[in-house]
């Protein structure tokens, strides 16, 4: 992986020095809160409900062991012995002290990490597959070019006062499962008809109050001309944005009210001029951090170890069965640990447990750990034999929950139990809803199923985007819970499509159970998903079943 | 016409710890909301968050929010408010478990 130049560790201990002199001018009085918020914005902390918080950029969901030891070291000397991980592939920590915040980003300086451009109207950390360098349906990792945008954003002077936020994501793999649809730009790596590997680029896609998918502005961009294509696409934005209302600010709003025609003849001209004063340093740095990506030495050994385990023993088979996706090498398996276990927070994960991943990373996964949008972990190369140790160790750390990708692993934003602009809470729905599929036993029986609940508006639970989509919401006082369904955050992404009223916190558990219970009973097979049913049957039925007369008069 | 004014309670966060406190009547900020001043009279309200603003090297983000007066003292009257006495629901941390 990546790993800083003295140009990149200079700039980094530059920024912590000059935020440490920030805080001290903000503690004795020479800086106003208006004055000092902006700067500590750039640096990624927030004050919430109860305290401040601190957005980690972890760039492209990529760690290594020696930086996962330090998040665990951070979360037990400045915060309370956890960290949260996030939709953008961040870590959270959710309650440092503002005169502590110095020394922690000297801490995370150690092990070339930092928490710029994880807020403010800028471009913010680039997410990526969390398979990435791994997926067996990859046609190239995409990171050395997410980490190629992660330097050209950084600080850049063009783009440090933009209309908005600006959030990229981009995929190697044709299936998508960085959600590119929903950001404000995506790219996915495809193949021309030549057989060459570039860039399906992506725009103004985006979930919030108006959601979105993206469209389609280049079908394809060669690879080579990616950097200069996307400072084209933001400058455009940058000059046509809106910044007299934030929320027709992002550019899914600029595209929509311009045109996408517009905006492509717009940027295509931009590109046009762009282009060559790019020359070709973009591409002998691309080559240079290329280098840094090289594949690990995959090894070929016997993989009977494994088979013979998923022959004897029940609960590693029905582990490998969730939590395994297919690798690119022979005999490997990307691991996905799930942070979701029944009843615990989604994507909380405490210090012990981050300082075992990061031990099993390094002994059985080429030093390489992953976070994914799920909120989830990923060893991305462990070799198949290595697997029933992986488990046992898990397993002794309660990180062996077999849910990947089924109805508890559920992606919840922190809501209104740390979230200062929350309407209601998510944790204790998401928490509710996984303990009790857990006692009805069924969840392996219901397969795929993707909930994700937001607290607010602002949609950082991606509840556009689940099968089920739960949005939280303050009714006169009261937490009330709309339900969204058919959301699709992969390639073919679309926005779900309300119920009708929403529940009050002690029925939206029941009413989840109805629509999942009743999907069961109107699946033709058990092949059918609940989203492929959903696609099939429409609406109503689903309806029927979250409303039934009799309780129609108790929905709000 | 104006909407009757309801009780209020100014309200912060501390400046280098964070977490929620409100404004006394004799001016000091406290952790337990049941201490702070009950607000009836609009004017007053608007005069007391001028002085938590003011307070700027103490206090963040000063507002007034709803209170009702209970038999402690003011006591929230919305759910956000509530939570803010006490802290996340789904770790016994914050206010709940701190004296």
């Known amino acids: 992986m990546y790993s800083y130049t003295d140009f990149d560790e200079a700039f980094v201990r530059e920024r912590v020095s000059q935020f440490r002199h920030q805080v001290e001018r903000r503690i004795n009085g020479a800086l106003t809160e208006d004055e000092f918020k902006p700067l500590r914005l750039m640096n990624g902390l927030y004050l919430q409900l109860h305290a401040y918080m601190l957005r980690v950029a972890v760039p492209y969901g990529t760690l290594n062991p020696t930086q996962m030891r330090q998040l665990a070291y951070i979360a037990e000397r400045w915060d309370k012995g956890y960290g949260h991980f996030t939709t953008r592939q961040n870590i959270q920590f959710n309650w440092p002290k503002l005169k502590d915040v110095p020394d922690i980003l000297d801490a995370l300086a150690d092990v070339q990490m930092h928490a710029i451009q994880t807020s403010g109207n800028t471009i913010r950390n680039v997410t990526a597959d969390h398979f990435a360098g791994a997926a067996a349906d990859e046609i190239e990792d995409p990171r050395p070019v997410a980490e190629l945008l992660r330097q050209w954003s950084t600080d850049h002077p063009e783009f440090q006062f933009l209309p908005r936020k600006f959030k990229i994501a981009v995929t190697g793999s044709p299936n998508d499962r960085a959600v590119t649809k929903a950001h404000d730009v995506g790219l996915r790596m495809v193949r021309n008809a030549a057989g060459e590997p570039g860039y399906e680029v992506i725009v103004g896609g985006g979930l919030g109050r108006t959601p979105m998918v993206g469209k389609v502005i280049r079908d394809f961009l060669p690879k080579a001309d990616l950097l200069p294509y996307i400072e084209a696409v933001v400058s455009v934005w940058n000059l046509l944005g809106r910044r007299d209302n934030k929320y027709k600010s992002r550019i899914k709003i600029t595209v929509h009210e311009n045109g996408l025609e517009k905006i492509r003849d717009l940027v295509e001209k931009r590109f046009n001029t762009l282009r060559p004063e790019f020359g070709d340093v973009d591409q002998a740095l691309l080559r240079e951090i290329e280098a840094q990506f090289a594949a690990p030495a995959f090894v070929k050994r016997s993989t009977d170890a494994y088979e013979q385990a998923r022959a004897t023993n029940a609960a590693f088979r029905s582990w490998t069965d969730t939590n395994l996706a297919a690798h690119k090498a022979e005999g490997y398996a990307i691991v996905s640990i799930s942070i979701k276990k029944h009843g615990a927070t989604p994507g909380d994960a405490t210090a012990e447990q981050m300082r075992i991943m990061a031990d099993l990373a390094e002994r059985y996964g080429h030093s390489e750990l992953r976070i994914s949008h799920e909120q989830n972990v990923n060893l991305p190369h462990v070799h198949k034999s290595d697997l029933p140790a992986v488990y046992a160790a898990l397993r002794e750390a309660d990180l062996a929950t077999a849910n990947i990708g089924l109805v508890s692993d559920i992606i919840a934003c922190p809501g209104m139990d740390y979230c200062a602009l929350a309407t209601a809470r998510s944790i204790p729905i998401a928490q509710e809803i996984a303990t009790r599929f857990d006692e009805l036993k069924l969840e392996h029986d219901i397969g795929p199923l993707k909930i994700k609940i937001s607290g607010c508006i602002n949609a950082c639970g991606h509840h556009h985007v689940g099968h089920i989509g739960i949005l939280g919401l303050d009714r006169a006082g009261v937490e009330n819970y709309q339900i969204t369904l058919g959301g699709d955050g992969t390639e073919d992404a679309a926005i779900g499509s309300r119920t009708g009223p929403g529940f009050p916190a002690e029925e939206i558990i029941p009413a989840i159970e109805r629509l999942v219970l009743g999907y069961l009973d109107m699946r033709e097979t058990p092949e059918e998903t609940f989203l492929d049913a959903y696609k099939r049957l429409g609406m109503e039925p689903f309806k029927a079943l979250l409303y039934p007369p009799e309780n129609k008069a108790n929905a709000a | ?99």
């Open chain 2, 1 to 99: 016409m104006s909407r009757r004014f309801t009780p209020k309670v100014v309200t912060a966060n501390a400046l280098i710890e964070g977490d929620v406190v409100w404004l006394t009547e004799d001016d000091r900020w406290t952790r337990t909301m049941s201490e702070a001043e009950l607000i009836d009279d609009e004017a007053h309200a608007e005069i007391r968050l001028l002085d938590a603003q003011r307070q700027a090297n103490i206090v963040v983000g000063a507002y007034l929010a709803d209170a009702r007066a209970g038999e402690e003292g003011p006591e929230p009257t919305h759910f956000r408010e509530a939570f803010r006495t006490r802290g996340p629901s789904n770790y016994a941390h914050g206010k709940q478990v701190e004296a």
